[in-house]
């Protein structure tokens, strides 16, 4: 018997949990354990409760529905929380067809040999202190001196913000339950890019999802007045980052092509009209599907600062705060996509993910794919993200093969 | 009879005002119409009244003291205000060794026959709606929108950093005197650079003050997900903005030496680490001696920006904000004052100045000449602000010999 998931049941719940944590700017507002959060987190465990899954949460607040079996477990799933006025499918699509998935399973009485859980976990989008907190608790790669030192981007220690939930800093540390009974995990996702739009394609096989370096870096120099020190005596330490990142991103374009090199946070000191300035920090975001280009890339940027500080009267540091591994999706789990795919008919091709995802995290500990569905001009993170409604069944309904066949 | 300024006292008087308005961080902080520059302005008044001359000030708050005599008044002077976490220097030097030569005069009872006038113009500093708010006011070229509508940088409108005071919008736009009994205008300061430092002169003629345009600027393209978006379809306004400020200052070293261009002053948004900015706003400050050259560098400017916006698919807008036309000295007081030098054996050069100043704009009025003293490492606005102190004894003597010929 083939089943298909209740696709107006699932874009329903999507615009319901849409509604939950709105942004008077437009989209929503829902980082994790935020009030909005909260609810959000109450109406999922609803959802899973009705459908007769059983719930489990963790310390780190990731929640989980199930549907019992014997032998390992099949997990799919991703997150319910946003970035501060961002879209309602960047997580949500994922989790919703999951749950929707188990359900479709559970009332066709669908017999099968593994156990499936739909997952949602806590703070994907980092809003807290750095992206993956729930993912990273569960698969345990996360340090507890981040939870006590790292500042929210509300201004908060964490330890203030958990003060009004369930959850401390001890909980989220013991979420860590290693568990070696998942067999694969399996996370539908919107692009956040223009690929699978341009090429008119319904659904994306992930291949492989880029690693990632977060770098905070700065160039000093030395202020002085606009007016009276001459262009050749300057120590400008903004012209020094101008420098930088032209010649950094033209060395990502030319030579490691599909990478990316990304300055989005600025500030320059001390920032006045007249006054050259004396520093200039700033951000570093470089990502690659290949961990030798990662390597080469970072070679290259010590040495490119290193040039400009010494042409340039400069000096150059910078910290490391973040770093993912490019994550290869064993040709099981796409060979398995493609196959069904094909069977269906769905319009499909194999693209690799620049943005991380909590499939990337669970990758340390199962085998992991990703189903990327187009989303309108590529928009993400913004009110304005929008999908096409029937790629989101496609999706979901591969989604649901998928999760069929890994649990016979 | 050949009479000398009272150097120990105007030493003594420059270290004591330095004491009002000390900031914690180091240096001074004493902008226009705040608590210190209340004080400063009542100090300052006492030492007019205690040497005897008469004393007045203006509805914009520009203090003036006179030594009666018939005829055009030769006037000299500067700013008391400084930037904040400024140096003690720049302003006061020009006005305490203008109140010395005065008091010199005065003391040896020496006759002159044109009446002669110290002056401490407000705000030379800008901290509140630009630059030369006073001596503007003085010299009837503000205008009155400025400050009505202009926004100070403490973040209140002008009126309401006022209201403290004895002086309001109205009494600002009526200290326009249009005075046309002012024969000539002199103000010692430092230099602000490094020139005389290098050559080691005590004194430095200035010879022109370099024309200065303030624009606000912006380069907008369209914010995008770090991870997704590949480096060729990027409309990352913070690259448009590194490419335009290298090419501007290759242009400007190359095609005008002497000239500057700085910006000094930087945001973008929406400022984040994995996001491709959206929005680059920017100051840009350029200067030169050459009113030619100012044009040109607009043209260019313009054209550049114009160029980056269509080959990185951006979008540029700026606003001039201020713009000062450079100025020539008079030969007749630069030749007074190189003959009093060589006649003296002062150590002296001629040269231009970058920074504007009170004089530049009194030059719209009348004949107006500038006396430079080195400053070390030629460090301004800054707490390390120095001199050395033979210097300003040399530059206010040939301010006082100078003053004494002019009214002669």
């Given at each position: 018997m083939k089943i298909k998931i209740n696709f107006?049941?699932?874009k329903n719940e999507i615009i319901e949990l849409s509604q939950i944590g709105k942004d008077p700017r437009g989209g929503i507002s829902r980082p994790s354990f935020s009030k909005p959060d909260l609810k959000a987190r109450e109406w999922f465990k609803d959802k899973i409760s009705i459908a007769g899954l059983s719930l489990r949460q963790d310390g780190a607040g990731n929640i989980f529905?199930?549907?019992?079996?014997e032998g390992k477990t099949i997990m799919a799933g991703s997150h319910l929380d946003s970035v501060i006025n961002g879209g309602i499918f960047d997580g949500p699509a994922g989790v919703l067809s999951a749950l929707e998935s188990l359900r479709a399973i559970k009332e066709n009485s669908l017999k099968l040999n593994k156990p499936l859980e739909v997952a949602a976990f806590t703070d994907e989008e980092g809003n807290l202190v750095g992206d993956f907190l729930g993912v990273r608790a569960f698969t345990g790669s996360l340090r507890r001196e981040v939870l006590e030192n790292g500042l929210t981007q509300f201004g908060k220690p964490l330890k203030?913000?958990?003060?009004?939930?369930e959850f401390s800093i001890d909980s989220i540390m013991q979420a860590d339950k290693q568990r070696p009974d998942i067999d694969?995990?399996?996370?539908?996702?919107?692009?956040?890019g223009q690929v699978l739009e341009?090429?008119?394609?319904?659904?994306?096989?992930?291949?492989?999802?880029?690693?990632?370096?977060y770098w905070v870096c700065s160039f000093s120099g030395r202020a002085s007045h606009a007016g009276t020190t001459p262009i050749e005596l300057r120590q400008d330490a903004f012209l020094g980052l101008a420098d930088f990142a032209l010649k950094a991103t033209q060395y990502?374009?030319?030579?490691?092509?599909g990478s990316k090199v990304t300055i989005g946070k600025a500030h320059i000191f001390p920032g006045a009209f007249s006054i050259v300035s004396g520093r200039a920090d700033f951000s570093l975001d470089f990502r690659s599907t290949s961990e030798e280009s990662l390597q080469a890339m970072e070679i290259f940027f010590l040495s490119l600062a290193e040039d400009i500080s010494s042409t340039r009267g400069l000096k150059f540091r910078y910290k490391s705060i973040d770093k993912t591994k490019p994550v290869t999706t064993p040709p099981r789990l796409t060979n398995l996509l493609q196959e069904i795919c094909e069977k269906e008919d769905y319009s499909h091709m194999i693209l690799p993910s620049g943005a991380g995802h909590d499939a990337q995290i669970m990758a340390s500990i199962t085998d992991s794919a990703m189903i990327f569905i187009p989303c309108t001009d590529g928009i993400s993170h913004s009110p304005e993200e929008n999908i096409k409604w029937e790629d989101l069944e496609i999706g979901a309904n591969l989604l649901l093969q998928s999760l069929i066949k890994l649990a016979s």
């Open positions: 107006e049941r699932l529905g199930r549907l019992e079996g203030d913000i958990l003060q009004d939930t694969a995990f399996l996370e539908l996702h919107i692009e956040q341009t090429e008119e394609k319904s659904i994306g096989i992930v291949d492989c999802i880029a690693g990632k370096n990502v374009a030319t030579q490691h092509y």
